[in-house]
Antibody
Framework: EVQLVESGGGLVKPGGSLRLSCAAS????????MNWVRQAPGKGLEWVSS????????YYADSVKGRFTISRDNAKNSLYLQMNSLRAEDTAVYYC?????????????WGQGTLVTVSS | SYVLTQPPSVSVAPGQTARITCGGN??????VHWYQQKPGQAPVLVVY???DRPSGIPERFSGSNSGNTATLTISRVEAGDEADYYC????????????FGTGTKVTVL
């Protein structure tokens, strides 16, 4: 069974940092692109960042570029999101989602999400 | 950046057909994917590549895409289909390729 489990969320002050992790199992992690998607309370889905299978291609939303860094460790079947200079508007549930092995990218499956709250 | 527009809400009676649109400039030239999200749960992929269904998704869910509009159709709607639905494309020509639609709340009357 394909499984994605996020961790690392919590309460952080504005300007602070947090590192999210996503542990993957049940599939050949090194073959798939991986993604982070977030959802602010009561709002829609927002794509955050994506990384190709070998980390050759990395993309960010404008809203997080320069503050967030996506990375992966294929030996540990793990995906990460380093979040720096956090703002109140970064408050959201952050989902890890598997991508594809093709040049297109859809998200399936998703983890259960981890809540990040940025507040003083 | 690329924008996908969905109606905020769609209401449908049980047993009827719900159609959820996703508008974007020349969206017919892109592959569109659809997600269902129930309250308190993570999204679930229900259609990918315009009209393909992942395993386990009922045949009642279908998709089409042409011109400036993609459509998710839910036939023989059930109470359990009440959820938020989002379209998504991967705009490979962009530096910010991941794009979600604004989302549609489907209410089963």
């Amino acid at each position: 069974e394909v499984q994605l489990v996020e961790s690392g969320g919590g309460l952080v002050k504005p300007g602070g940092s947090l590192r999210l992790s996503c542990a993957a199992s049940g599939f050949t992690f090194s073959s798939y692109s991986m993604n982070w998607v977030r959802q602010a309370p009561g709002k829609g889905l927002e794509w955050v960042s994506s990384i190709s299978s070998s980390s050759s291609y990395i993309y960010y939303a404008d809203s997080v570029k320069g503050r967030f860094t996506i990375s992966r460790d294929n030996a540990k079947n793990s995906l990460y999101l380093q979040m720096n200079s956090l703002r109140a508007e970064d408050t959201a549930v952050y989902y890890c989602a598997r991508g594809t092995v093709t040049t297109d990218n859809w998200f399936d499956p998703w983890g259960q999400g981890t809540l990040v709250t940025v507040s003083s | 950046s690329y924008v996908l527009t969905q109606p905020p809400s769609v209401s449908v009676a049980p047993g009827q057909t719900a159609r959820i649109t996703c508008g974007g400039n020349n969206i017919g030239s892109k592959s569109v994917h659809w997600y269902q999200q129930k309250p308190g749960q993570a999204p679930v992929l229900v259609v990918y590549d315009d009209s393909d269904r992942p395993s386990g998704i009922p045949e009642r869910f279908s998709g089409s895409n042409s011109g400036n509009t993609a459509t998710l159709t839910i036939s023989r709607v059930e109470a359990g289909d009440e959820a938020d639905y989002y379209c998504q494309v991967w705009d490979s020509s962009s530096d910010h390729p991941g794009v979600f639609g604004t989302g549609t709340k489907v209410t089963v009357l």
